[in-house]
């Protein structure tokens, strides 16, 4: 399902959403994990396909591969690590922020407790964190979360709590189980008197679209290398932390974005239909796990509402496709090892070229300049491979040899 947003505007990014997220706080966000052990010290590729490109009959394909960010093997290693440093601050703001994470302060630390629901890589990333800070961490879980990603995020340290239901259950369950024990919350999703946080997590996803900026050679006040940008949905947050800053970066002349989600989990989708944030009309269980999620995060949604162009839902075997074509590559295009949600956008991009009168609603032709990212690699490995037909690990042999070969 395609839905325009009549309520996108194109103009200068606000005051009022400046004062909340912004590209200097991103900014020191990215500088300091930065000093993080467990953060690729360098900005991850942005590939070029231009085999794709033709075959989808645009004018580039850029990817964004965020598979290589860190070893926990996702982008999510930018979002609750720097919200538990920033929260860390607040109780003790004569640490330094670059040694948080290096547990230079584990003993005074040592009975402070964290806790969120996750789908798996946001709870990877709190546990991680948390354990390289001197800090518990409690981890709450769904019915539908794999064992594989419980022992992802188990092998940090991390205490599990597993819950019936879905992941909307497992954040109503950490909120219930922090107020009875005193342990912070540490969520990607906001609601009534809780949106500090989820905008911390939000802002540390700005380093993704600041080493695009950069990457691309962009230029303040200007259009980018970028027509067309796709970006996962979720409860909003990694949309509206990348969404904002090319916003704040580039004013009026924005490129278009286009937020895809699960077509039994489309939240944003219905959020732009009733124009407020809103609950899922499906049963929210999705082979794109990270996707997965029920209710639009009040918060993402301030940002999402006036500034993304459309909105569209995926199904299942669309993504799995999508990570196919990825791992495949081809002689101009590198293999890429792309999770079941971080394939999401390529598959979007796929079902509207597909339907000609979808393409022109969006503006989307033979001129476009497309980016999309790839949020996840193979980041529960028993799962990519049932899904792609081959292992990570097979992958990412063609793809070395795809490069020895340049």
């Known amino acids: 399902m395609l839905n325009l947003n009549q309520r996108a505007v194109r103009a200068p990014y606000p005051a009022e959403l400046a004062s909340i997220m912004n590209i200097e706080r991103s900014h020191e966000s990215r500088q300091w994990l930065s000093h993080w052990p467990r953060i690729a010290r360098g900005a991850t590729p942005l590939h070029s396909l231009p085999g794709l490109a033709q075959g989808l009959n645009v004018a580039q394909l850029s990817v ?37 994470l290096a547990g230079r302060y584990a003993d005074q630390l040592a009975a402070y407790t964290v806790i969120s629901a996750t789908d798996g890589n946001h709870g990877r990333g ?57 342990w912070q919350v540490v969520s990607d999703t906001s609601y009534q008197g809780y949106e500090t946080i989820p905008r911390d997590v939000m802002q540390g996803y700005g380093t993704i679209a600041e080493e695009i900026v950069e990457q691309s050679a962009g230029r303040a006040g200007e259009a980018g290398a970028f027509t067309h940008v796709f970006l996962q949905g979720g409860v909003g947050g990694m949309a509206a932390g990348l969404a904002s800053y090319f916003w704040e970066f580039q004013g009026a002349q924005r490129p278009r974005f286009i937020v895809v989600e699960p077509a039994q989990a489309d939240c944003l989708l219905q959020s732009a239909i009733q124009g407020r944030a809103a609950r899922a009309t499906g049963s929210v269980d999705s082979v794109m796990a990270g996707l997965a999620c029920g209710a639009t995060s009040p918060l993402a949604w301030r940002f999402l509402q006036p500034c993304v162009d459309a909105f569209m839902t995926i199904e299942d075997d669309q993504a799995v496709q999508a990570m196919r074509t990825l791992a495949r590559g081809s002689a101009g295009d590198i293999p890429i090892v792309s999770g079941e949600s971080g394939a999401a956008g390529l598959a979007a991009l796929q079902l509207l070229r597909s339907d000609p009168a979808w393409s022109l609603q969006v503006r989307l032709d033979e001129q476009s300049r497309v980016l999309v990212i790839s949020t996840e690699g193979a980041t529960a490995p028993k799962v990519y491979q049932a899904l792609a037909g081959e292992s990570a690990e097979a992958v990412l042999r063609r793809q070395r040899a795809w490069i020895a070969a340049r």
Not at 77 to 87: C, E, F, K, S
Not at 126 to 154: Q, Y
């Open 64 to 100: 964004k591969d965020e598979s290589l960010r860190s070893p926990l093997g996702s982008f999510k290693a930018l979002g609750a690590p720097i919200a538990l440093v920033r929260q860390i601050l607040l109780l003790h703001p004569h640490f330094e922020p670059t040694s948080v």
């Open 126 to 182: 709190l546990a991680a964190a948390a354990r390289d800070a001197g800090c518990r961490c409690v981890i709450v879980l769904h019915a539908h979360v794999s064992e594989e990603r419980e022992r992802a995020i188990a092998v940090h340290g991390a205490r599990i709590v597993r819950v019936k239901g879905n992941y909307d259950e497992s954040v109503e369950e950490a909120a219930r189980l922090a107020g009875a024990n005193g």
